[in-house]
């Protein structure tokens, strides 16, 4: 326990918790947190266990908000016959409370999930298959997002956390599919995921880019098997996004597909593939870069796969993929500008982001991917480890980059954590700094020491990887 949290545990067993302390440690309402840390000491369950939970609320988003709800959670555990809330036994609990609202509130409508919590770093969520049922696969999902929440808090490393809510998702979306076909009595379609999902790399809000492909049964008529399949499509995107009381499953984005917005909802893998042949633009093959299987037939997902691979991978060497690369990161910079948005504190899209490194891979996945194997991934971090062994890219700038790929992702995955938005955005305001900070890790007693190395490693990572995009990428070799 720290000084800061020895301090405010002296005040609270005489009963008067200092508001200063915890307006130090950065609560943005230091008065209503003393309350809540004063109500939280007398709870029967929570009496004996401060040395636990209160270092662990100080150095959490947001410690009042987290001391209330874990007060919250021990009385619902009561009244439920669940028996004492267990934080000595679950000791990431106060951490999640404090830094997660839509999570703390998950928590107390399901008050038995806190068992899930267990253990000084929980157990990940559990491999068995997603229920099949659109109201089971909700609270699967939930409850799979709270275990990896808990580890990313725990201090398990966040490099595994993409991936754990990738599987999550495929598990989800495997059950989604089966549903789907009781509901409409469609045979299955491929389903294939792009984008994040497809290389495994997930947020805690992200979409999940959707494309489907299917072989037409022997003896069906093409147009109504595609309008069959089809109406399978949308019955499975709008279950997955209905808004419940239970929250949603996923926001499913099918724009990647074949004509975009104006083409069919799913084709034939022969269709498809006609389409990329005859029309596949420079940013189809950058998006295909990410294809990866998911559910439904493997034979036809085995079919597409290998149909396209001779469109994104090229043998030759294409010196216009930079090109191409350059002017789009170029253009979606200048359009962001135009529209007013304030692009310099976008993790994703801004100089220096995410896009910078994913950009900068894409386009040396796709200038040289057709005569290099290793290559062909759609995880920006594998890829960038494989540009390294292969001399692509200097070891040392790989790793960089890297490291500083990882930092944007656990930036944007702490923005998302508090309220499941979609936002990329790094906030201006000093107090959301401070809570961003401490959704990250950064446990310094000081709220404005945690804000501060924060700032400086935000400053630094966005240096790094636009240094290496407009060495790589933006320069024209003039």
């Given at each position: ?5 020895a ?17 130090r440690?950065?609560d ?17 369950d ?13 150095h ?5 908000f ?5 007060t919250?959670?021990a009385e619902?555990?009561?009244?439920s ?26 928590l ?8 899930d ?23 699967f ?16 490393p ?12 495929d598990?989800?979306l ?23 999902l ?9 979409d ?29 995107k ?17 724009d ?6 104006s ?25 295909l ?10 034979a ?6 290998a ?16 090109d ?10 200048e359009?962001?500008?135009g ?10 899209e ?8 994913e ?17 062909r991934?759609?995880n ?44 990329a955005?790094?906030p ?37 990887v636009?240094?290496?995009?407009d ?8």
């Amino acid at each position: 326990m720290d000084a800061l949290a020895a301090q405010l545990a002296e005040g609270l067993a005489r009963g008067r918790p200092d508001a200063d302390l915890l307006a130090r440690a950065g609560d943005p309402d230091p008065q209503a947190a003393a309350n809540a840390f004063a109500r939280a000491a007398r709870d029967p369950d929570l009496t004996g266990c401060q040395e636990v939970w209160v270092p662990a609320l100080l150095h959490a988003a947001r410690p009042g908000f987290g001391a209330q709800c874990l007060t919250e959670l021990a009385e619902a555990m009561r009244s439920s016959n669940g028996g004492p809330l267990d934080v000595a036994g679950a000791p990431v609990l106060p951490a999640l409370l404090g830094s997660s609202n839509f999570l703390a509130r998950q928590l107390l409508r399901h008050p038995n999930w806190a068992a899930d919590l267990a253990g000084e770093i929980p157990a990940p969520a559990t491999s068995d298959a997603a229920p099949r049922d659109w109201e089971g696969l909700r609270i699967f999902k939930y409850r799979g997002l709270l275990r990896i929440a808990a580890r990313d808090l725990a201090g398990r490393p966040f490099s595994e956390s993409p991936g754990e809510l990738s599987e999550l998702a495929d598990r989800c979306l495997v059950a989604a599919l089966d549903c789907a076909v009781d509901e409409t009595g469609v045979s299955a379609p491929a389903l294939l995921a792009l984008g994040k999902l497809g290389g495994h790399e997930l947020n805690f809000s992200s979409d999940v880019d959707l494309l489907f492909v299917y072989e037409p049964p022997e003896g069906a008529d093409d147009l109504e098997h595609n309008h069959a399949v089809a109406r399978l499509v949308r019955e499975l995107k709008r279950q997955l996004e209905v808004p419940t009381s239970d929250g949603f499953t996923y926001r499913v984005d099918l724009d990647l597909r074949p004509e975009g917005r104006s083409g069919t909802v799913a084709n034939s893998v022969e269709a498809a593939l006609a389409y990329y042949e005859t029309f596949g633009a420079e940013w189809e093959r950058q998006m295909l870069l990410r294809l990866r299987p998911v559910a439904g037939p493997q034979a036809s997902a085995r079919a597409f796969c290998a149909g396209i691979r001779p469109f994104v991978y090229r043998r030759s060497i294409d010196p216009r993929v930079l090109d191409e690369v350059r002017a789009m990161k170029t253009r979606i910079e200048e359009e962001r500008r135009g529209a007013g948005r304030d692009i310099e504190v976008e993790l994703k899209e801004g100089p220096g982001g995410i896009r910078d490194v994913e950009f900068l891979v894409q386009s040396l996945q796709l200038f040289v991917g057709g005569r290099e194997a290793t290559l062909r991934t759609g995880n920006v971090r594998e890829a960038l480890a494989a540009l390294g062994k292969l001399g692509l890219l200097p070891e040392d700038t790989a790793a960089a980059l890297s490291a500083a790929y990882l930092w944007l992702r656990r930036a944007e995955h702490a923005l998302q954590l508090s309220e499941e938005q979609q936002t990329a955005r790094f906030p201006r305001e000093p107090a959301a700094q401070t809570a961003l900070a401490r959704r990250m890790g950064y446990v310094d007693p000081e709220g404005q020491q945690a804000r501060s190395r924060l700032l400086d490693d935000w400053t630094s990572v966005r240096s790094e990887v636009r240094h290496h995009f407009d060495a790589l990428v933006l320069s024209d070799g003039q």
